[in-house]
T-cell receptor, first 112, second 110 residues
Framework: SQTIHQWPATLVQPVGSPLSLECTVEGTSNPNLYWYRQAAGRGLQLLFYSVGIGQISSEVPQNLSASRPQDRQFILSSKKLLLSDSGFYLCAWSVMENTEAFFGQGTRLTVV | GQQVMQIPQYQHVQEGEDFTTYCNSS?????IQWYKQRPGGHPVFLIQ?????EVKKQKRLTFQFGEAKKNSSLHITATQTTDVGTYFCAGPVNAGKSTFGDGTTLTVKP
C-alpha cells in the first residue's frame, strides 16, 4: 500500500533562518506531488506541484521554493524565513491531476 | 483566479441534529472531491463525484453534485461527536488543478 511521510511534525525557526521540509511517498511510481500551506482556520493554498522529477510549478509568488530530486521525494525550502511563512504545511500526492489526494501528517511551522 | 466558495464557514449543532455544507463554483467542474480534516490533523479524502446530478452515500453522509456541475453539498444526518472537524470541497477550477474551498468547520455539542 502507498504511504506518505512528512517531517518534521513541528518546527520553530527564527526569522532569516533557512528551511527544508521533506516529503517522501512509498508504494507508487511517478506520483503527482503537491505542497500546500494552511493558515490557522483557513483553507488549503496550493504552493507547488510536480508531475515528474525536476518539474516544478509554482502557484503563488513567495519566499519559498520546491525541488523534486527523486521520483518520490519532494522538498520545500527557503533561504530566509519570514514571519509570514508561519503555517501548517502539507505535502500530498495523487495518481493524476484532479483525482483524490493523499496528505501527509503536516508540519506546523512557527517563525519567531 | 477562479474560486470554490464554501458556506457556511462555521456550524455549531447539537448532537443528533443534521448538518449541511455547500460548495459553489463559478465554472463547470469535471469533478468535485470532499475531504475531512479533524482538529490538529490532515485532510482525509472522503469521496469524488463526477456525474451531473450524482448522489453518493457513506453511512450518514450524503454527497450531491449539482445538475450543472457547479455546486455540491455534503449532508450529515444525526450528527455525532466523531463528526467534528472541517469539511473541504475541492474542484479543478484553475488550469485543471484542484482548488480547495475554505472549508466548513463543524462542532457538535453532546
Amino acid at each position: 500500500s502507498q504511504t506518505i511521510h512528512q517531517w518534521p511534525a513541528t518546527l520553530v525557526q527564527p526569522v532569516g533562518s533557512p528551511l527544508s521540509l521533506e516529503c517522501t511517498v512509498e508504494g507508487t511510481s511517478n506520483p503527482n506531488l503537491y505542497w500546500y500551506r494552511q493558515a490557522a482556520g483557513r483553507g488549503l493554498q496550493l504552493l507547488f506541484y510536480s508531475v515528474g522529477i525536476g518539474q516544478i510549478s509554482s502557484e503563488v509568488p513567495q519566499n519559498l521554493s520546491a525541488s523534486r530530486p527523486q521520483d518520490r521525494q519532494f522538498i520545500l525550502s527557503s533561504k530566509k524565513l519570514l514571519l509570514s511563512d508561519s503555517g501548517f504545511y502539507l505535502c500530498a500526492w495523487s495518481v493524476m491531476e484532479n483525482t483524490e489526494a493523499f496528505f501527509g501528517q503536516g508540519t506546523r511551522l512557527t517563525v519567531v | 483566479g477562479q474560486q470554490v466558495m464554501q458556506i457556511p464557514q462555521y456550524q455549531h449543532v447539537q448532537e443528533g441534529e443534521d448538518f449541511t455544507t455547500y460548495c459553489n463554483s463559478s465554472t463547470t467542474l469535471s469533478n468535485i472531491q470532499w475531504y475531512k480534516q479533524r482538529p490538529g490533523g490532515h485532510p482525509v479524502f472522503l469521496i469524488q463525484l463526477v456525474k451531473s446530478g450524482e448522489v453518493k452515500k457513506q453511512k450518514r453522509l450524503t454527497f450531491q453534485f449539482g445538475e450543472a456541475k457547479k455546486n455540491s453539498s455534503l449532508h450529515i444526518t444525526a450528527t455525532q461527536t466523531t463528526d467534528v472537524g472541517t469539511y473541504f470541497c475541492a474542484g479543478p477550477v484553475n488550469a485543471g488543478k484542484s482548488t480547495f474551498g475554505d472549508g466548513t468547520t463543524l462542532t457538535v455539542k453532546p
